[in-house]
């Protein structure tokens, strides 16, 4: 059978970065030079210029392709190529020419949104969205010219393109995001795209015998008027038991389901239901039906400012890694101001849970190998009422922190009578910010933190009652994260679903790059990513701290952070920063049956 991997999606939800001139590099630095140096990520993927999507892996090497505007810094101006970037351990990141770029009628107003599948007799394929010339989307194919080669350097456009055109029931605009393939086991192919049917967000299936001649279920596989177009689908398969992840066209078997993933043009997040699917009707069913077809009712994969996430299965390690986009939430005059815009979040390992329902993510294990300096607190500190308490000896600005809480009683934990307020998290989180006193909770970390604390980004836990049920919220508080003015600075949140009056503890972990927060709670049961923009990081370091407003004690388990060191990303050679490509190591290319 073949090897699945990468999407590119980026249809409506842009993100640029743009390389500084070579004047601006050789002038002498500005205090704003510093602050953007500041903000600039170690270890999370940034393209040298403009913007970026998702990942393969094929022949010893992982693969990133991204959109890619060779004309400005602003999307609506040219058209969009692929950009391409490898390596050879998801950390360290080489660019490439650009893989494909807008050329022929199929695509001449840009090359968009899509996927890469491996083909039998190891043929890397691509199926994307080009904008043709009457500016309708419409669905190419491309090949890699030398499959042998493991950088994949060229891609042939076939003429016969577009293979799939656009459906008269469709509107010009709405055509798109051709996911990873998977094979039925009648021995077709199925893509899912995304698409708006008379007037109804529709998730499509089309099959085909040989990747070229496609054609279209009669029966969608989600369909819903009420959320708005979706975009980005994500359809693949998840063990029921253990961690292992599941080649793409893994169906029929027993111990397997599958994950359906939209993204949501309305509400900028994406949204995931846990089900089965009937690869006979390509159908599929919820395990949780009654969350209904508005996707906007499901599971999210992440509470904060992440948006039109791709899986990818790695052969390599036989995980489900997951990517997803975090542009900036300051303004556009910043982002060319700074050179760049956008970044993704750091790989996610990503596994079903035990309840069958949701999914759990995790850093993917090789992020230890940046850990440097360790540091961390003594195991059972107390933590009383008011307690803020700072952990010295790692950079806190570029770091790895994992604390395990341990609460006493949850007997002081707030009452909520009305349960309409348990209903937005979010709303929920700005209400009962980290500045306000509570029962059990908030506590947790004080990141990016000023040493007066006028600046400070808090990712904390509550406790809610209701009804004698424990709910546990988790909260990534940006309000205080930067004195700015014209940054989005909400308060991001989503409860934690465990049961926290068997358990008592609860783990947080807080990746620490810079610009990017990214938070995992209750072992991943639930994610927030944030961006900040902290004033203070142009003249000072950051502060790292742990603190308990609630009026009850909390104990700290467990706390060890550690220094993580700068990757090489994409770096051009001979610039400002002083760093090369990284060097790539190749492995023999494994088969997945």
């Known amino acids: 059978m073949a090897r699945l991997g990468l999407a590119v999606c980026a249809a409506s939800f842009h993100l640029f970065l743009l390389l500084a001139s070579t004047s601006s590099l050789r002038r002498a630095p500005t205090e704003a030079d510093t602050a953007n140096h500041a903000r600039r990520t170690a270890y999370h993927f940034q393209p040298a210029k403009n913007w970026q999507n998702g990942p393969m892996y094929h022949n010893g090497m992982y693969h990133l392709f991204y959109?890619?505007?060779?004309?400005?810094?602003?999307?609506?101006?040219?058209?969009?190529?692929?950009?391409?970037?490898?390596?050879?351990?998801?950390?360290?990141?080489?660019?490439?020419?650009?893989?494909?770029?807008?050329?022929?009628?199929?695509?001449?107003?840009?090359?968009?949104?899509?996927?890469?599948?491996?083909?039998?007799?190891?043929?890397?394929?691509i199926l994307y969205t080009g904008i043709d010339a009457s500016k309708e989307q419409v669905q190419n194919v491309a090949f890699?010219?030398?499959?042998?080669?493991?950088?994949?350097?060229?891609?042939?456009?076939?003429?016969?393109?577009?293979?799939?055109?656009?459906?008269?029931?469709?509107?010009?605009?709405?055509?798109?995001?051709?996911?990873?393939?998977?094979?039925?086991?009648?021995?077709?192919?199925?893509?899912?795209?995304?698409?708006?049917?008379?007037?109804?967000a529709s998730t499509l299936v089309y099959r085909s015998e040989d990747f070229v001649r496609w054609e279209r279920n009669a029966a969608p596989l989600h369909a819903s008027r009420a959320a708005g177009m979706v975009e980005c689908p994500?359809?693949?398969?998840?063990?029921?038991?253990?961690?292992?992840?599941?080649?793409?066209?893994?169906?029929?078997?027993?111990?397997?389901?599958?994950?359906?993933k939209l993204s949501v043009m309305d509400t900028l997040q994406d949204y995931y239901m846990v089900g089965t699917y009937d690869d006979a009707a390509d159908a599929f069913s919820p395990a949780e039906p009654e969350r209904g077809d508005d996707?906007?009712?499901?599971?999210?994969?992440?509470?904060?400012?992440?948006?039109?996430?791709?899986?990818?299965?790695?052969?390599?390690?036989?995980?489900?890694?997951?990517?997803?986009?975090?542009?900036?939430?300051?303004?556009?005059?910043?982002?060319?101001?700074?050179?760049?815009?956008?970044?993704?979040?750091?790989?996610?390992?990503?596994?079903?849970?035990?309840?069958?329902?949701?999914?759990?993510?995790?850093p993917i294990v090789e992020i230890e190998t940046l850990r440097r300096k360790r540091a961390g607190l003594r195991r059972g500190t107390r933590l009383g009422a008011g307690a803020v308490q700072e952990i010295v000896g790692v950079a806190r600005s570029q770091a790895d922190v994992e604390v395990v809480f341990k609460i006493p009683s949850l007997e002081e934990a707030e009452r909520v009578d009305d349960p309409n307020r348990l209903l937005d998290p979010?709303?929920?989180?700005?209400?009962?910010?980290?500045?306000?006193?509570?029962?059990?909770?908030?506590?947790g970390l004080l990141v990016m933190a000023s040493g007066d604390l006028h600046e400070h980004t808090a990712v904390f836990f509550r406790v809610f009652r209701h009804h004698d049920k424990y709910k546990l919220l988790m909260c990534t508080d940006l309000?205080?994260?930067?004195?700015?003015?014209?940054?989005?600075?909400?308060?991001?949140?989503?409860?934690?679903?465990m049961d926290i009056d068997d358990h008592k503890t609860i783990s947080l972990r807080t990746l620490i790059d810079h610009s990017v927060v990214e938070?995992?709670?209750?072992?991943?049961?639930?994610?927030?990513?944030?961006?900040?923009?902290?004033?203070?990081?142009?003249?000072?370091?950051?502060?790292?701290?742990?603190?308990?407003?609630?009026?009850?004690?909390?104990?700290?388990?467990?706390?060890?952070?550690?220094d993580l060191a700068t990757a090489t990303v994409n770096v051009v050679v001979g610039d400002h920063h002083g760093l090369v490509a990284p060097a790539l190591e190749l492995e023999p290319t494994r088969t997945t049956q």
């Open 67 to 125: 959109q890619y505007n060779p004309h400005s810094a602003l999307w609506d101006i040219g058209n969009l190529s692929w950009g391409h970037s490898v390596s050879g351990d998801l950390l360290n990141w080489a660019a490439l020419d650009t893989a494909l770029d807008p050329t022929s009628p199929f695509d001449a107003n840009g090359c968009w949104s899509g996927s890469a599948t491996i083909l039998p007799g190891a043929l890397p394929a």
């Open 144 to 200: 890699a010219k030398n499959p042998s080669d493991p950088l994949l350097r060229e891609w042939e456009k076939p003429a016969y393109n577009p293979v799939i055109a656009l459906p008269p029931d469709v509107p010009g605009d709405n055509f798109r995001d051709p996911s990873t393939a998977w094979l039925g086991r009648d021995g077709l192919w199925r893509i899912a795209v995304s698409a708006e049917v008379d007037g109804v």
């Open 234 to 260: 994500d359809m693949f398969p998840v063990a029921e038991n253990g961690e292992d992840g599941l080649v793409t066209s893994t169906n029929g078997a027993g111990g397997v389901r599958h994950v359906l």
């Open 295 to 362: 996707c906007r009712s499901w599971r999210r994969l992440d509470y904060g400012h992440v948006y039109a996430s791709k899986s990818f299965f790695d052969v390599r390690k036989n995980r489900r890694v997951l990517w997803a986009w975090a542009n900036e939430s300051d303004s556009q005059a910043d982002d060319v101001a700074r050179g760049w815009s956008g970044v993704q979040t750091f790989p996610r390992k990503m596994w079903l849970a035990k309840d069958g329902k949701q999914l759990l993510q995790w």
């Open 426 to 443: 979010q709303k929920l989180c700005g209400e009962k910010g980290a500045a306000v006193r509570g029962g059990v909770g908030p506590f």
């Open 479 to 497: 309000t205080k994260s930067s004195t700015r003015a014209g940054v989005y600075k909400p308060a991001y949140g989503g409860f934690v679903d």
């Open 519 to 562: 938070s995992f709670g209750g072992g991943g049961r639930a994610c927030i990513t944030a961006r900040v923009y902290p004033e203070h990081v142009a003249t000072s370091s950051s502060h790292l701290y742990v603190f308990n407003n609630g009026s009850d004690a909390v104990k700290v388990a467990k706390l060890e952070a550690w």
